[in-house]
């Protein structure tokens, strides 16, 4: 008897259930994405007026996708659409939604907390937008997260720890907020993160030991914060992990010694701009995927060691600012695949090895500022050097473009189009657009720093650029100039 009536409530509250779920429809839709009409002040290409009309179903909207079987609202991508407005708490009722895009508008204003009901959600995008408040701790209750991008916004307080309840998370981007405050040690929780970035905030503490408890992870940039300690050493093998950038934070301390015997995979690792001492561990040497090593401006010391020659898929080599010493080990050489090899400003002396001669592939060479005795036999570096290469590689590497890239047809080369870009008086839009996205991504914390010395860079790299040789500067002014160029821009930088 009591069982039954047990069973009989069960039914009845299962039939309630389904009662409130069928009480939402599509009209429960329809009103939300109205809401969103109605907060959406300005519509710049009159999308939402001419095209989100009542009498068409809301599964013909733009931007709008309903389910094959149940005809409710699916997702939701609004990206791109030129949009100013606020997020109304209405859109919490689109109980069916797996993917909400409105990256790359101008929505304001923090998330409404009726968001914490978009339960299914797979992908998340609000990226590119003028969002504030925190980072709400309810996006740790969509179970199903996969991929989560709140980069480019105002998103201040701290990271929530409620995060490391995504399971199901393959992506998580916070590039470039106000976000403060230590990284939580839960982090290290997510089992299926993949590509991690936290850079351009103003995060502080030490880099959780947890990070290296995620096998899955192929990539983490924390660059561009103020974070500090040790660096951790994995513990596990991250066989999955090909980048890592702690570039440009306060870390200090020499690297772990066994720091890379777990990393069978890294393709590039950037530490540069930090307060790490000590000397090279060997371990690196085991990086048989190494392509980029950048440990520029930092403390650290000792010889460059002659397993340098395992690494033979490297390309770029930055040691610069540092207090490495002893020579370059004459393996160097048969480094073959080295693109750029820059040791600027080191204490390194001895003759420059003539096995340098054997880098087919080189292209920037800088080992300025040391106290080399002499040159190599074969003269094969030299302030004669070639200008006018000297000045086309400038460009090259500032703005990641070659003279044979697909935009330079005709008439248009990349000199012409430099000295266009940089004619409107060096004003910095002008430079932004020639400058490799990456560089000013990366130094962005430093803009007008940056923008000066890139301006002078870039104007450098034309005077090398001169139509006739007699115009051209020479090698050792390019040097001088150069030099001032760096001491200019360590005085500017906020963080010297
Ligand atoms: C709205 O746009 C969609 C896709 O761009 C289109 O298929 C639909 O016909 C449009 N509806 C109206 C009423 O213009
Ligand atoms: C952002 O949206 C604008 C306007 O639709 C578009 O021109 C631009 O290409 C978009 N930018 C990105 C990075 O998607
Ligand atoms: C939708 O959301 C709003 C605000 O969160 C709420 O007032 C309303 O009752 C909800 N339900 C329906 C069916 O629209
Ligand atoms: C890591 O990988 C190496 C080589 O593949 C193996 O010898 C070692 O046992 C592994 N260590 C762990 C902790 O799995
Ligand atoms: C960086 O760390 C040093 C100690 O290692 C400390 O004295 C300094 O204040 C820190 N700088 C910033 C900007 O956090
Ligand atoms: C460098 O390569 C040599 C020969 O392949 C190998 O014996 C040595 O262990 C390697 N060194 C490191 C640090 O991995
Ligand atoms: C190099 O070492 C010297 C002596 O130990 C020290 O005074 C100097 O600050 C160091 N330079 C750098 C860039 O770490
Ligand atoms: C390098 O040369 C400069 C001057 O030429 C000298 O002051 C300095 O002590 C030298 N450093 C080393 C490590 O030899
Ligand atoms: C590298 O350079 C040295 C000296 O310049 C030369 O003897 C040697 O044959 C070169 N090796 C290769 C592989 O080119």
Redesign the pocket.
Known sequence: MENNIHFLLLILHCSMISLTLAATNIITDQSALLAIKSHTSHDLQNILATNWSISASVCSWRGVSCGKRHRRVTALDLSSMEFTGNVPPELGNLSFLAFLSLYNNSFHGSLPNELANLRRLKYLNLANNNFNGEIPSWIGSFTTLQSLFLFGNSFRGSVPSSLSYLSKLETLDLYNNLVQGNIPEEIGNLPSLKTFYLDKNQLSGSIPCSIFNIPSLQLIDFSNNYLSGFIPSPTLNMSSLKIIDFSTNNLSGPLPFDMFDHLPELEEIYLSWNQLFGSIPSSLFSCQKLRILSLSNNHFEGTIPEEIRNLTMLKQLFLGLNNF?GKIPRQIGEVQSLEILSLIQN?Q?GPIPSEIGNLTQLKLLDLSYN?FTEFGSEGIVSTKGDVYSYGILLLETFTRKKPTDEMFDGEMDLKRWMRESLSADSDSDAVIQVVDDYLLRKYDEDFEANMGCLISIMQLSLKCLADSPEERIDMGAVLARLNKIKVKFIKDSKRN
């Open positions: 010493t204490s002396t106290n």
